[in-house]
Nanobody, 123 residues
Framework: EVQLQASGGGLVQAGGSLRLSCQAS????????IGWFRQAPGKEREGVSY????????DYADSVKGRFTISSDNAKNTVYLQMSSLKPEDTAVYYC????????????????WGRGTLVTVSS
């Protein structure tokens, strides 16, 4: 059974930090790309960051560049999203998704999706 479990969300003050984790199981982790997405109330889902697990290539949305860092621990089948200098506009439910092609994640598609974790940034 394929599972993607996002965790690590919570309430944090503006300027603070959080680290999200995406634990994967049930598929060949190293062959995939993982993306982090978020959806704020009343807004469309947007891509935040992506990592290709085969070569470590990463990409970020302009809105989070310089503040968020994506990384992976392939031995643990886990992808992390370190979020720093958080802003109230970062408040959203954050999801992780997996696809064999990072190009699919960049257009909002993915083979597998996990449940989200809520991040709330207070001003």
């Amino acid at each position: 059974e394929v599972q993607l479990q996002a965790s690590g969300g919570g309430l944090v003050q503006a300027g603070g930090s959080l680290r999200l984790s995406c634990q994967a199981s049930g598929f060949a982790f190293d062959d995939y790309a993982i993306g982090w997405f978020r959806q704020a109330p009343g807004k469309e889902r947007e891509g935040v960051s992506y990592i290709s697990l085969s070569d470590g290539d990463t990409d970020y949305a302009d809105s989070v560049k310089g503040r968020f860092t994506i990384s992976s621990d392939n031995a643990k089948n886990t992808v992390y999203l370190q979020m720093s200098s958080l802003k109230p506009e970062d408040t959203a439910v954050y999801y992780c998704a997996a696809d064999l092609r990072a190009s699919q994640l960049r257009i909002g598609k993915g083979d597998y999706w996990g449940r989200g974790t809520l991040v709330t940034v207070s001003s």
